[in-house]
Nanobody, 124 residues
Framework: QVQLVESGGGLVQSGGSLRLSCEAS????????VSWFRQAPGKKREFVGAIRWRSGSIYVADSMNSRFTISRDNAKNTVYLQMNSLKPEDTAVYYC?????????????????WGQGTQVTVSS
């Protein structure tokens, strides 16, 4: 079982940037797809994007792909979510999740492992 730990959240002003990290322990991400989700207070969980560990190919939701990108560090067994030009509406708890295989699925129920989440707050 992969244990996921997110970090990097915090308070940032509108227009700023943050880089979130998702580190795996217990095993590597090899053969997994790692995704990012977010959930704002009172709102449904929202798919942000994903990376296929095997190929490194990424997908970011259309509404965010001009500002967010995802990358990985094989040596550190870590996935990153780089968020630029942040807006107050990006305020949410951000979670990483993983599932075996290469399919990028946007529904959270498809994922077997979740991190504890990291809070991102964007002030106006």
């Amino acid at each position: 079982q992969v244990q996921l730990v997110e970090s990097g959240g915090g308070l940032v002003q509108s227009g700023g940037s943050l880089r979130l990290s998702c580190e795996a322990s217990g095993r590597t991400f090899t053969g997994y797809t790692v995704s990012w989700f977010r959930q704002a207070p009172g709102k449904k969980r929202e798919f942000v994007g994903a990376i296929r560990w095997r190929s490194g190919s990424i997908y970011v939701a259309d509404s965010m792909n001009s500002r967010f990108t995802i990358s990985r560090d094989n040596a550190k067994n870590t996935v990153y979510l780089q968020m630029n030009s942040l807006k107050p509406e990006d305020t949410a708890v951000y979670y990483c999740a993983s599932r075996p295989g290469d399919a990028i699925l946007t529904g959270g129920s498809a994922y077997t492992n979740w991190g504890q989440g990291t809070q991102v707050t964007v002030s106006s």
